[in-house]
């Protein structure tokens, strides 16, 4: 019971963390891009220098997410796997003092102690140092970070989140390209805002207008920036 307890809590961990990444990526692909097109737009109406622009900004941001995401999921695999085996060498070393720390752990969980250390004793039984990563560690041992996994959902994330503007620039007619990308990326970083701050326990409410005004921003320096170097360049 307790061994299930701790990997479903791992699972349900991984999981939300997942999700974190998965929408915090979105929302970096949506205001990156947003703000890569909407400078362009404000140099030049030229489709072909938006859509030239717009690929070049996903294809960087989604390759730098997937980096990224890589090298710090690297570590992290690299800190599990060191954890893991100084509890190796410490089971090795003192099993008994380790199972006198596994009792201590249930007692402290508000078990009696005889039973404390039936549970101990039965998990060490079963799988010493599952046991031992999981309780005190919140690993286990047969579910470690997995670097690729997390570079392509990073990736992945991005580019859904970066085709919003990008399409959204494109499609429409020259007069209504802005509006639409405004209001296409109004409407998705609401969403992320809005999912950002339901995994978190926050109220949705500030989240979500932190993540539009930020966005908005991002694209209002950009466009002006696009104006301003259209002027004097044109």
Request: charged letters at 20%; glycine letters at 12%.
């Amino acid at each position: 019971m307790a061994e299930q307890l701790g990997e479903s809590r791992a699972a349900l961990s991984s999981r939300l963390n997942r999700l974190r990444a998965a929408v915090l990526g979105a929302n970096d692909g949506v205001v990156s891009t947003a703000g890569i097109v909407t400078g362009v737009a404000g140099a030049t109406g030229s489709r072909s220098a938006l859509l030239a622009a717009g690929v070049a900004g996903l294809s960087a941001g989604a390759m730098s997410m997937a980096a990224g995401e890589y090298v710090s999921v690297s570590t992290q695999r690299d800190t599990e796997r060191a954890a893991l085996a100084k509890e190796r060498r410490e089971l090795a070393e003192d099993p008994e003092g380790e199972l006198d720390e596994l009792t201590d752990y249930y007692r402290g969980s508000g078990l009696a102690d005889e039973l404390a250390r039936d549970v101990a004793v039965a998990l060490t039984e079963r799988d010493a140092l599952a046991a031992h990563a999981q309780t005190e560690l919140g690993i286990d041992p047969e579910a470690l970070t997995n670097p690729w996994e997390a570079a392509l959902a990073s990736a992945a994330a991005f580019t859904l989140g970066a085709l919003v503007p990008l399409l959204a620039v494109l499609l429409p007619p020259e007069s209504w390209r802005l509006s639409v990308t405004v209001v296409a990326v109004v409407a998705a970083l609401s969403l992320s805002g809005w999912a950002g701050a339901r995994m978190g326990g926050a109220g949705p409410a500030r989240a979500v207008g932190r993540n539009v005004a930020g966005g908005l921003l991002a694209m209002a320096v950009t466009y002006s920036g696009g104006v301003l170097l259209d002027h004097f360049t044109g």
